[in-house]
């Protein structure tokens, strides 16, 4: 079974403190992604990464930096977070296999910026 | 740009009967991917169905199968003989076979509940 796990399930920071939010894959995927998930607004891609020290920007990739240092490894960093940023965080990671490529998503962590 | 809509925030349905929840997209490709992902409340999302754009034939996996109008850019959804463990939020996202990275562009979500 392919395992994405995500470093927290719940998280509460202030605003201006810089926040990680870390994603892990142990199934040597080569794409990660990290989206957040807003009501109404469905899920909505931050950045992703296509190979180690690869990174592109997504759609909303403002307020956001990342980090990819190891395969396995997808780190989400908000520089200063603040409270527009208060939303359930999604990482994903996929493959090609069988002619297509499936996304694999981690639980989530739902952060709340005060 | 691909954009999804999901028109039904909410949908609920009876245990063992049928619902359908509906997807329409926009896009100038032709080649393409869709896609039907649940998410359980509190629980990681999965994926449901996947559709080939090239394929006529729309895709079926035991109690779910899709209705696949691509001159209408529609893709909806119908689950039968539901159950209890259906109920979660339902997305549909769309995916382009042009680029690079497998991107996926999601709707905003159908929460389904189910009653018994």
């Known amino acids: 079974d392919v395992k994405v796990t995500q470093s927290s399930r719940y998280l509460v920071k202030r605003t201006g403190e810089k926040v990680f939010l870390e994603c892990v894959q142990d199934?040597?995927?080569?794409?990660m992604f990290w989206y957040r998930q807003d009501p109404g607004l469905g899920l909505r891609l931050i950045y992703f990464?296509?190979?180690?020290?690869?990174?592109e920007k997504g759609d909303i990739p403002e307020g956001y930096s990342v980090s990819r240092e190891k395969k396995e490894r997808f780190s989400l960093i908000l520089e200063s977070a603040s409270t527009n940023q208060t939303s359930m965080y999604l990482c994903a990671s996929s493959f090609f296999q069988g002619g297509t490529y499936e996304q694999y998503f981690g639980p989530g962590t739902r952060l709340t910026v005060t | 740009a691909q954009t999804v809509t999901q028109s039904q925030p909410e949908m609920s349905v009876q245990e063992a009967e049928t619902v359908t929840l509906s997807c329409t997209y926009d896009t100038s490709e032709s080649d393409y991917y869709l896609f039907w992902y649940k998410q359980p409340p509190s629980r990681q999302m999965i994926l449901v169905i996947r559709q080939e754009a090239y394929k006529q034939q729309n895709a079926t996996e035991n109690r779910f199968s899709v209705n696949f109008q691509k001159a209408a850019k529609s893709f909806s959804l119908k689950i039968s003989d539901s159950q209890l463990g259906d109920a979660a939020m339902y997305f549909c996202?769309?995916?382009?076979?042009?680029?690079?990275?497998?991107?996926?562009?999601f709707g905003a979500g159908t929460i389904l509940r189910v009653k018994s």
């Open positions: 990464s296509y190979d180690v020290k690869m990174k």
């Open positions: 996202a769309y995916r382009s076979a042009m680029e690079y990275g497998n991107k996926l562009v």
């Open positions: 199934m040597d995927h080569e794409n």
